[in-house]
Nanobody, 119 residues
């Protein structure tokens, strides 16, 4: 089992920045990749950023590319999402998630943290 705890959400004005953190515990040696998802009211959950736990290679959705940066600190078993140039349409509940194999789905989820961007 892997447990994930997010922090860092809040209210920010458009153009501002926030950094989300997600601390993993439990079977962290089994981690293959972690990702950040978000879900806005009335919309489907969207995968916005991923990071390979061992190589550090990253991927981004077009909606956040160039504005958001995902990173990880293996020693702290923590993944971060630096969000810059925030827009009102970035308002959502943000979730971190983990998967333990290349063929596995994201099977472990954090509780979610609200990010609200005011115009």
């Amino acid at each position: 089992q892997v447990q994930l705890v997010e922090s860092g959400g809040g209210l920010v004005q458009a153009g501002g920045s926030l950094r989300l953190s997600c601390a993993a515990s439990g079977r962290t040696l089994a981690l293959f990749a972690m990702g950040w998802f978000r879900q806005a009211p009335g919309k489907e959950r969207e995968l916005i950023a991923t990071i390979n736990w061992s190589s550090g290679s990253t991927g981004y959705a077009d909606s956040v590319k160039g504005r958001f940066i995902i990173s990880r600190d293996n020693a702290k078993n923590t993944v971060y999402l630096q969000m810059n140039s925030l827009k009102p349409e970035d308002t959502a509940v943000y979730y971190c998630a983990a998967r333990v194999a290349a063929t596995a789905k994201y099977g472990y989820w954090g509780q979610g943290t609200q990010v609200t961007v005011s115009s």
